[in-house]
């Protein structure tokens, strides 16, 4: 459905009561593709998510030789893996914008033979990337920025992937780390990983690892979290995978109700998750909110809120959203530990800064993360950056305060195509 290119969000009359299920988890989507590519077999993957971020990954998987026939409106992927060798000797692989098709290509094409290169929008030419390039420098792969400055274009020309020890810092990404993991059941001898530093969005590690076991590959874990082996020569196995639905689009639900008061329940997420942002609601319940969590569906009543203290370091693609609901809570509200989402779509703490002052809000800005003091809330305007998850985390103030205009709501795209459209159906529910 296309969007004009400014959006007004019509504010709701009275709470909301609606049940809703998001589309599948982009995260989980991504990875099980890699892990279904690589497989010695056919793959079935039902509740995908149809994004612009899958739709590159899975046309870069198709440079690469990988035959993926998409079906049912592209919840349904069957994918026929090449059992670790890459067809193609050579790519050159368009990403778009998005940060795990390039992250968890880049260390999969050095399973291959043959020259491949990677790029993508503007954007991606100025996210960092040159730890990963390290990290598979250690292994012995020719892997380089093309212009030297450690951002893509990527070239790796790749004559398999031998194995061996590698280190790789953790605190600008984890996607840098499971991309490595995804790839390395296609190395020669077996692959330790070292992480040097804190690492970022644990969770996402944890996800990877689950996803990698559920296609026959288990890998072995330190206690502290800082080493991984992966036993290689390793063949994932073929599966019939079911997606959950994406955890991080679900936040902008339960924060509605949060935001507008009633309830809202998201249903194919519950207490067995295997997606860390579903501690979320963990934040709302702080602030005031109800919630009630059962095995397949978590509802978040409204309340009055207060404003808290949070290290979002481990969900940090759900920041956003609760800098959203900060907006309407009594007292300031400090984000924390989210320092890594500058180098996102777009720098998001200096964009959360800039668009939440328009609506009335005092923010004051740190390395890592934001102190925003609800103000009187005001009509505005908001930029969104390229950035999907600010058209949808700003799209909720409008539920209450009117004159809540969204430019380029297309963004929501990325990853969340029918967002507009999921957010008016909870309106007609109520």
């Given at each position: ?14 709470p909301l009561h609606a049940r809703m299920r998001p589309p599948g988890s982009k995260s989980i989507t991504n990875r099980a593709l890699v892990c279904a590519a690589l497989a010695d077999g056919e793959s ?280 959203a609901v900060a907006l309407f809570a009594d007292g300031p509200t400090r984000i924390m530990g989210v320092g890594h989402i500058r180098h996102k779509e777009t720098d998001r703490i200096a964009a959360l ?50 004159g809540i205009r969204i430019r380029n709501p297309n963004c929501v795209a990325k990853t969340y195509p029918e967002f507009f459209g999921d957010l008016h159906s909870m309106r007609s529910e109520s």
């Amino acid at each position: 459905m296309a969007l004009p290119d400014v959006l007004e969000v019509e504010p709701l009359t009275g709470p909301l009561h609606a049940r809703m299920r998001p589309p599948g988890s982009k995260s989980i989507t991504n990875r099980a593709l890699v892990c279904a590519a690589l497989a010695d077999g056919e793959s079935t993957l039902s509740g995908a998510l149809d994004s612009d971020d899958t739709r590159v990954m899975i046309d870069c998987l198709r440079k690469l030789g990988i035959a993926i026939d998409v079906r049912d409106a592209g919840r349904t992927l069957v994918v026929k893996g090449c059992g670790g060798e890459i067809p193609a000797a050579s790519a050159d692989l368009f990403v778009g914008n998005s940060g795990t098709t390039i992250r968890f290509l880049t260390p999969l094409v050095a399973v291959g033979h043959g020259t491949f290169r990677l790029d993508g929008v503007p954007r991606m030419r100025e996210r960092p990337i040159g730890d990963l390039l390290e990290a598979l420098t250690q292994l012995a792969v020719d892997a380089r920025s093309e212009t030297g400055n450690n951002c893509p274009p990527v070239v790796v020309h790749a004559n398999g992937l031998h194995g061996g020890r590698t280190q790789v810092r953790g605190d600008l990404s984890s996607q840098f780390l499971s991309g490595l993991l995804l790839a390395a059941p296609g190395a020669v001898t077996p692959v330790e990983l070292e992480i040097e530093g804190p690492l970022v969005s644990r969770p996402y590690i944890d996800m990877t690892l689950r996803v990698m076991a559920a296609f026959g590959i288990p890998v072995d874990v330190s206690d502290s979290f800082t080493s991984f082996r992966v036993p290689s020569p390793g063949s994932y196995r073929p599966q019939t995978y079911d997606i959950e639905p994406d955890a991080s689009a679900a936040s902008y639900f339960w924060a509605a109700a949060a935001i507008a008061g009633g309830s809202v329940t998201v249903e194919g997420l519950g207490e067995t998750s295997i997606q860390g942002d579903v501690a979320f609601v963990d934040c709302l319940e702080a602030m005031g909110c109800d919630v009630a969590r059962t095995p397949n569906a978590i509802t978040v009543t409204g309340r009055p809120l207060k404003g808290i203290e949070v290290d979002m370091n481990s969900i940090s693609d759900t920041a956003q959203t609760l800098a959203a609901v900060a907006l309407f809570a009594d007292g300031p509200t400090r984000i924390m530990g989210v320092g890594h989402i500058r180098h996102k779509e777009t720098d998001r703490i200096a964009a959360l800064a800039a668009e939440l002052r328009k609506l009335g809000a005092q923010v004051e800005e740190s390395a890592d993360g934001l102190l925003i003091t609800p103000g009187r809330l005001q009509a505005a305007e908001i930029d969104t950056y390229d950035d999907h998850r600010m058209a949808m985390s700003f799209a909720l103030v409008g539920l209450r305060q009117p004159g809540i205009r969204i430019r380029n709501p297309n963004c929501v795209a990325k990853t969340y195509p029918e967002f507009f459209g999921d957010l008016h159906s909870m309106r007609s529910e109520s």
